[in-house]
């Protein structure tokens, strides 16, 4: 009897000691577990700062890239106004230049942000130190979107005079008998055969959808831009930057002319004149651009006209 009556005392001491380790056990796992969900919504606002960030340093760092490569000083001041803009300071030592195709013609943006923390604060760490940076790149156009159809021959004196290409020089461009019958400075930017003067004037005015490479394009035949839809187009063109293709050659006649066409060039349309059925001009000024485009090969050989795209290369 003393036996028994000693084993369930024991058995009710063994019982209350487990049921207390196992409080304790459960104690220690729920903050393990709450440490755990606190890490975790800390990591992910981490990760969320750290995006935010990068995504500020691309965008300084593309509207650093539109100055250059000619002038790193308007390219720095362009990257810290960005940056302030949106909310934080740019020092001048996040910003520097390097030369991949030609001197200065990448920027790069490097941003260093501490992000604060929230449940690891429990732990004593009020923030961690958040680092990005990114490089952007100005480049020759190696294929241009948007393009008007009129084209610009190379051996324009603004173009490949002495100490040219010369910008912001008020010119006139010719459209007029290029050099080979039926061709009257018009192309066909899809290499198609009749396209109307519909087709040519929502060209002007829109530009051409698609990416444009350099090569020969069909000529289109006949003075075409003495018509309504080529004419409303201008007009309402006046004042603004369109993106012209640049020959060097016409080869063949009519309906199998076709330019070669080396590279694009901006030009500020400031009017234009039509003075016969089959003679005319644009008056404007060339000008340095950036445009939509992808960026030339550099061992392209494309004649450097102003007209550059700028990409995100880091």
């Given amino acids: 009897m003393a036996d028994s009556t000693l084993r369930a005392k024991r058995t009710r001491v063994n ?36 995006r935010n960030q990068q995504a500020q ?4 760092a593309l509207a650093g890239a539109q100055d250059l490569p ?15 803009d949106n909310g934080y300071a740019l020092p001048l030592s996040g910003i520097s230049f390097s030369t991949v195709v030609a001197a200065d013609d990448s920027i790069t ?4 942000h501490n992000a ?9 760490l009020q923030s961690v130190p958040v680092h990005v940076e990114a490089t952007a790149q100005t480049s020759l156009i190696g294929k241009a979107r948007y393009v008007a159809p009129i084209t610009v021959n190379i051996k324009h004196p603004l173009l490949s005079g002495q100490g040219c290409p010369c910008f912001g020089q ?10 080979a019958p039926g061709a009257f400075a018009l192309i066909d ?14 060209w002007v005015l829109n530009g051409f959808a698609a990416y444009l490479g350099i090569g020969p394009y069909s000529s289109n035949t006949g003075a075409k831009f003495n018509s309504q839809d080529i004419d409303n187009a201008l007009d309402a063109r006046i ?46 000024s060339f000008t340095e651009i950036t445009w939509q485009g992808i960026p030339a090969n550099p061992n392209s050989g494309q004649p450097n006209l102003g007209a550059r795209v700028v990409t995100l290369t880091r």
């Fill in 15 to 50: 019982g209350r000691t487990e049921l207390g380790q196992a409080a304790v056990l459960s104690v220690v796992w729920m903050v393990v577990l709450l440490g755990l969900a606190g890490l975790v919504i800390d990591v992910g606002a981490w990760y969320r700062s750290q």
């Fill in 57 to 60: 340093a691309d965008a300084a």
């Fill in 70 to 84: 000619n002038d790193t000083t308007a390219a720095t001041s362009a990257a810290q106004v960005y940056a302030s």
């Fill in 109 to 112: 943006v490097k941003v260093d």
């Fill in 116 to 124: 604060p923390t929230f449940f690891s604060k429990i732990f004593g």
């Fill in 170 to 179: 008020p010119t006139t461009l010719p459209l007029s008998k290029t050099g």
């Fill in 189 to 202: 930017l899809d290499n198609g055969t009749g396209n109307g003067s519909s087709t040519l004037g929502n």
């Fill in 239 to 284: 004042g603004t930057v369109l993106m012209f293709p640049v020959f060097d050659t016409i080869v063949m006649q009519g309906t199998n002319a076709t330019y070669n066409v080396i590279g694009w060039v901006g030009f500020r349309l400031s009017g234009y004149k039509i003075t016969g059925g089959n003679s005319g001009s644009l008056s404007g």
